[in-house]
């Protein structure tokens, strides 16, 4: 079915596992790629990025993209603002970076928000244009850009041909329902870059509530019902699983999710006739 990559994120709680070792966990426990995570993004990260898919190659795992974040609330001229700049610029060029859109200031979120990001955005596009990188929006709940409709709409006004929108199941959930989360991966399946998934538990019965991120299949949402979707709507990209916040044995967390997995596409017909 569809590759198994991992969001290196899962392992960051545990921080005597440096890139070579989270790489040999991933593969280790059955992983096809690995989602590089380098957030907060900091200057000791550039030696890492300039030569991103080495250590994943040398495991025989694929480097399927790079999360990175804007912030709207920094100035252009901040360090955190040219460090972004300089990861479209300098990281190893060949994945998608997926992004999302974050408010940090503390007065209310600006009416104008969007046309900010599509100021902010157009040295990035440029830079990726020119080192051929796809970016993916990346929605992620109560940030300014929260929802699948909003990164589509997004996508679309920015071009679709170098923009595009991922479906990330636990932030989706934490703003609908179940069968809401399940009727909006039907709708957009077939159009978005890449789909996220976990084990969603939201940290309130109803929502809007934040998402615990636990192994998948682990949750609260049922995973079955989102892979048929995705099998229905003709989704040929990966599935990423999101690790964010997990504690506890993260190599054996990491096994569980390849073992819920294979028994869930089991009943799936093939993607690839």
């Given amino acids: 079915m569809w590759p198994l990559v991992a969001m290196e994120n899962a392992l960051f709680a545990d921080r005597s596992l440096d890139w070579k070792r989270r790489c040999a966990a991933i593969a280790g426990a059955g992983f096809t790629g690995v989602y590089a995570v380098p957030y907060p993004l900091g200057d000791d990260e550039w030696p890492r990025l ?32 040219r460090r972004l700049v300089r ?13 999302s859109v974050k408010w940090s200031g503390l007065e209310p979120v600006p009416p104008d928000w969007e046309g ?17 990188i796809r970016v993916t929006l990346y929605p992620h709940s109560f940030y300014p850009l929260e929802t699948t409709a909003q990164a589509a709409w997004l996508a679309q006004r920015l071009g679709p041909d170098q923009v595009g ?18 009727a909006l991966l039907a709708r957009h ?3 978005i870059d890449s789909f996220n998934v ?20 682990e949750g609260d949402l049922d995973p079955a019902p989102l892979l048929e ?24 967390m990491l096994r569980r999710c390849v073992a819920a997995y ?7 017909p093939p993607l690839y006739p």
Avoid: M
């Avoid at 795992?61 to 709207?72: F, K, M, P, Q, S």
């Fill in 229 to 252: 979707a995705l099998a229905s709507g003709g989704y040929r990209g990966d599935v990423i699983v999101q690790g964010h916040g997990w504690t506890g044995d993260l190599p054996a």
């Fill in 116 to 132: 900010r990001l599509a100021g902010r955005l157009s040295a990035l596009l440029a830079i990726a244009r020119r080192r051929g």
């Fill in 189 to 191: 399946a077939a159009r």
């Fill in 165 to 182: 929108y991922a479906f990330a199941t636990s932030h989706v959930f934490a703003l609908h329902s179940g069968e809401e989360t399940i």
């Fill in 198 to 217: 976990c084990g969603c538990r939201r940290t309130a019965p109803l929502p809007p509530a934040k998402c615990r991120h636990l192994p998948f299949g």
């Fill in 87 to 99: 990861l479209f610029a300098e990281a190893e060029a060949g994945p998608r970076i997926e992004l």
């Fill in 262 to 268: 294979r028994r869930a596409v089991r009943t799936l």
């Fill in 50 to 81: 300039q030569t991103l898919g080495d250590e994943p190659a040398r495991c025989g795992l694929r480097l399927a993209g790079i999360y990175a974040n804007l912030d709207l609330a920094v100035p252009e001229t901040a360090p955190a603002s």
